[in-house]
């Protein structure tokens, strides 16, 4: 069974989905993935929350009060193989950094590989958790958000920004 529930955050409302072990997908619900996913998969399931999705929903919270740097909701991927490996790599990038695309695709060991690395982070399904948005262009430019600059913006701001932990 699936579940799905809309979630509020400082950057507006976002669409979570997940089976009974695994968060499948958090996004805007303006983003991308939200809109052409949200129906397809969730139209009879909103608001039906589990043990993941409150999980989530309280993690985001002390997320965004600068109580959490690190997220324990267990994640699934959806993708190629190379995706997931791309995805997954997202999850090493210490909290209050960023990396460029290339370094990112250096510590694949596929430094060759930017433009398929970019793009990979840009199918990231799981907004947030999985932090694509600490991948900023080799310049330092805010680039490739599916949220926007923004909220991209934002989210590497709130982690830069002092970290208050009890």
């Not at 509020?8 to 809109?35: H, I, R, S």
């Not at 052409?36 to 993941?52: A, E, M, P």
């Not at 430094?111 to 080799?138: E, F, L, Y």
Request: proline letters at 3%; charged letters at 20%.
């Amino acid at each position: 069974m699936l579940y799905s529930k809309i979630l509020q955050t400082p950057l507006g409302d976002m669409f979570a989905l997940a089976d009974e072990n695994f968060l499948l997908m958090l996004d805007f619900v303006d983003g991308k993935y939200c809109v052409k996913n949200r129906n397809f998969f969730g139209k009879n399931n909103i608001n039906l929350s589990n043990n993941i999705i409150d999980l989530l929903e309280k993690e985001l919270l002390l997320y965004f009060n600068k109580k959490l740097t690190h997220f324990s909701v267990p994640v699934k991927f959806f993708g190629t193989e190379f995706q997931q490996k791309v995805w997954k790599s997202l999850q090493e990038i210490p909290y209050g950094q960023t990396i460029s695309y290339r370094q990112q695709s250096e510590n694949l060991m596929i430094p060759q590989a930017v433009r398929a690395v970019a793009a990979a982070n840009s199918h990231n399904k799981i907004s947030i958790v999985v932090p694509c948005h600490r991948v900023v262009g080799t310049n330092g430019n805010l680039v490739g958000y599916a949220g926007g600059t923004e909220r991209k913006k934002y989210l590497i701001d709130l982690e830069c920004s002092i970290l208050v932990v009890f």
